[in-house]
């Protein structure tokens, strides 16, 4: 196996994070995951309200800000006001990327729009994470993630076909955004190794759902069809779905005619000439039922039986886990997909989701959880050349 290179793939890079809550500072936990310098700016007396999300705290203190800060920096500036910008403009000339997600034309009205950054430092990569985009008639209206997942139509298609859409537990609007805004702040650094340029990477909220609902669109523009809610189970696409056993749930996917056979073969069914699941159109026509036959059979059973089945007969299926299943799972222990990490607000180890994709030379790492307020402040400022005078002075102003 060969040895993992000491450094990150993105050590020595410079990122000024301006965002707030999920979707820029997303972007920023990505890039810091593998070695970016990620400094995370706040107003001093208007802090990320993230600092205060989730359902449990510590000391006070959340859990969700271990995680969505992890690997970063902190320093307190305050952008309205024009020592403050003038302090940013310094640091963009030390930068390699700024990533920011207030409400378009809020740089603008602050004297920071790309075209001034860019003046400073022509090589920046800008990544604006908005709502609805730069551009365009609703450009200007705040957008969240559960606005952009309604709009870029995957709200209407999450929950059951007879109640209102629903949601999933988590904001995925937000981190899809995140990802996407990550992705092309990489590919604007490559063309930049390329041009010397730096270039504006403008990622919407509502146009990273979009990416994600498949042929929704040509369904409807080429044949009419409107996708609905279907709940638990794929149209037609069967069997495939949530099944009940004696003491949880599990999921199985056994819908090609090759593993059909083979879960028919385990569960001692002869569908195999049975007109209704032959095929895969019939299972389609008949996956109500069929589904049914399969349920009655895994509820007679427990997950470990069912699981146990399955993989003897090389038929897809798994746990439906909760945050309890996945701490204790052998295979994410053995792949390191969970870490421990010391948090010196919480006072305790965090477990964690690590960094993803894992690189065999230059892997990830979370070298630090969620800062405090402000922390690093004055080392920043220390290396800009700030005297410890200036630095006081600017406090009693309320600038950092």
């Known amino acids: ?12 890079l410079r990122v ?12 920023g936990q990505l890039l810091g995951d593998f070695g970016a310098e990620v400094i995370k700016i706040e107003a001093p007396d208007r802090p990320d309200p993230a600092r ?26 305050n952008l309205r006001v024009a020592k403050g910008q003038d302090i940013l403009k310094r640091l963009v000339g030390t930068a390699d990327v700024l990533i920011e997600n207030f409400r378009p034309g809020t740089l603008e009205k602050w004297g920071l729009s790309p075209e001034v950054l860019h003046q400073i430092n022509p090589r920046l990569v800008i ?9 365009g008639p609703e450009s200007h209206k705040p957008g969240y993630a559960s606005v952009g997942e309604a709009k870029g139509g995957l709200r209407y298609l999450i929950g ?20 996407f805004a990550a992705l092309g702040t990489m590919m604007a650094l490559f063309h930049r190794e390329k041009s010397g340029r730096g270039q504006v990477v403008d990622a919407a909220i509502y146009e990273s759902v979009m990416a994600f609902v498949e042929s929704l669109l040509p369904e409807y523009a080429l044949g009419g069809h409107t996708r609905e809610r279907t ?3 794929l149209p037609r696409i069967a069997p495939s779905g949530v099944y009940p056993c004696s003491d949880g749930m599990v999921i199985i996917g056994a819908n090609q005619d090759t593993l059909f056979a083979r879960l028919a ?18 299972r389609g026509d008949n996956q109500g039922e069929l589904d049914e036959l399969i349920a009655d059979w895994t509820r007679q059973r427990t997950m470990a039986d069912v699981l146990r089945a399955c993989e003897g007969h090389a038929v897809p299926c798994g746990q439906v886990n909760t945050a309890k299943d996945m701490l204790s799972d052998a295979h994410m222990k053995a792949r390191e997909a969970i870490l421990n990490v010391f948090s010196p607000l919480l006072g305790q180890d965090v477990p964690m989701q690590a960094p993803v994709p894992k690189l065999d030379l230059t892997p990830g790492r979370v070298d630090s959880t969620g800062p405090s307020l402000g922390q ?12 410890a005078a200036d630095q006081q002075s600017l406090r009693d102003e309320n600038v950092i």
């Open 1 to 12: 196996m060969t040895e993992p290179i000491v450094q990150p793939p993105l050590s020595g």
């Open 16 to 27: 000024l994070e301006l965002g707030q809550l999920i979707a820029g500072p997303f972007c």
């Open 52 to 77: 205060d999300w989730g359902g449990v705290k510590v000391n006070d203190e959340s859990v969700f800000w271990a995680i969505i800060a992890r690997n970063k920096k902190a320093m307190t500036l």
């Open 127 to 135: 990544t604006r994470v908005s709502g609805y985009g730069q551009t």
């Open 160 to 179: 059951e076909p007879d109640r209102p859409p629903a949601r999933a537990g988590v904001s995925l609007g937000d981190t899809m955004t995140g990802t």
């Open 231 to 233: 709940g638990g189970i």
């Open 265 to 282: 073969k385990m569960m001692g069914k002869d569908w195999a000439d049975d007109e209704r699941f032959a095929t895969h159109d019939a």
């Open 376 to 387: 690093d402040t004055g080392a920043i400022l220390d290396a800009l050349g700030y005297s």
